[in-house]
């Protein structure tokens, strides 16, 4: 087993973490600033990272991806930013590059990797969130296409997008072969964004409800062909729950050397709070956590690019380290005291952001059932 990365890794990687350190961090950041960091993401490569060069991406495997991923949630305080760009590229871009014919890719990759344009995925819906193949949106025949209609309940970068992945079904009889995966571009008619929700947390990545009422759209709009939106959307959630991930696993890098500074500097009852073993036993299994889901990740990613199946390394990866970022940000708030507490010093911001990874790319209670299922339960 051969733990090192190459030469050009490891560059990459440097070179990814010191541009998301320069250029994605800003203490203005926010709403407004969201499309020119945006931007800053494609001018890199953060848009397109496992996209093959030929479409404007950096072309990576899986592994260099999740590190890549890595730089960027380490480097970039801004995890909704982190978080709009895993959405944008594992559950938008990939099923294009992965479903997709000739001219869709032509006409989206591009757009999509230079940051010129934004992509979203919309498959959740007011009755079909766990339940993902209970969806009642409907993609009815035409002559000339189909006509769409239903809601999509959350749907990450909705009101900023050009392009929705949008999942209906096509044959109610047919189950898991009954959905087919539409790209309905922005101002389509029939196609409205909702009000945007205000959240918790990634207060910068925008989220908002879609409505489909009578939305006309080519056959050509359809990827890949009927009946196969549930495999894409499969193999979407499979890049989406590792790799997105890695971003998680940055952030709990940067909160751990952010948080080991602490508690080295403050000083309580004439010593640094460090040497109380209470805080520097804490701070020793923050750093289990996540050189172990770090692994699990690796792992995951390693058998992806074999070919391999790797749905339970996936799930046990994606469970690893949203739980362990939430235990992260709860462990730096605790360490930081009254410090920690306050919105000033950003590190309440840590648990706020990483609350709904236990939640999105399915729930940790899905990951347990992937992970049981595989188990042969
Ligand atoms: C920040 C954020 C961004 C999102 N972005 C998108 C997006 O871009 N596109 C998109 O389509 N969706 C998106 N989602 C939706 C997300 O995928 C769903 O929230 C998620 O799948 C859970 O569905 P739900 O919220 O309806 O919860 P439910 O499925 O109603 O679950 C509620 C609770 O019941 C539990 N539960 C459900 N079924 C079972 C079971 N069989 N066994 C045990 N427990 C169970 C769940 O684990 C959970 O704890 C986003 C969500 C969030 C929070």
Known sequence: MDFDWTREQTDLYERALAFAKARLTDPRSGPGLFLEQWRHCGAFGFLGLPIPERY??????????????EA???????????????????ACVLPILEGGNDIQKARYLPRLCSGEWVGANAISEPEAGSDVFALQTRARRTDSGYVLDGTKSYVTNGPIADVFLVYAVTAPSHGYMGLSAFLVEKGTPG?????????MGLSTSPIAPIYLEDCHVPEAARLGAEGQGAPLFKRSMQWERACLFGGYVGL???????????????????????????????????????????????RACWRMDRGEDAAME????????????????????????????????????????????TLFSGTSEIQRDIIASNLGL
């Open 252 to 298: 709990m890098e940067r909160v751990l050397e952010e948080t080991v500074g602490f508690a080295r500097e403050r000083k309580q009852f004439k010593r640094a709070i460090g040497k109380n073993q209470a805080i520097s036993h804490r701070l020793a299994d923050m750093k289990q956590r996540l050189e172990a889901s770090r692994l699990l990740l690796y």
């Open 56 to 69: 404007g991406g950096l072309g990576l495997d899986a592994l260099t991806t999740a590190r890549l991923m």
């Open 72 to 90: 960027l949630g380490r480097g970039c305080t801004d995890t909704g930013l982190v978080f709009s760009v895993g959405a944008h590229l594992f």
């Open 314 to 357: 996936v799930s046990l990866a994606k469970l690893a380290i949203s739980e362990a970022a939430v235990q992260c940000g709860l462990d730096a708030i605790q360490i930081h005291g009254g410090m920690g507490y306050v919105a000033e010093t950003g590190i309440e911001r840590v648990l706020r952001d990483t609350i709904p990874s």
């Open 191 to 199: 196609l409205t964004v909702g009000k945007p929700f205000q959240k």
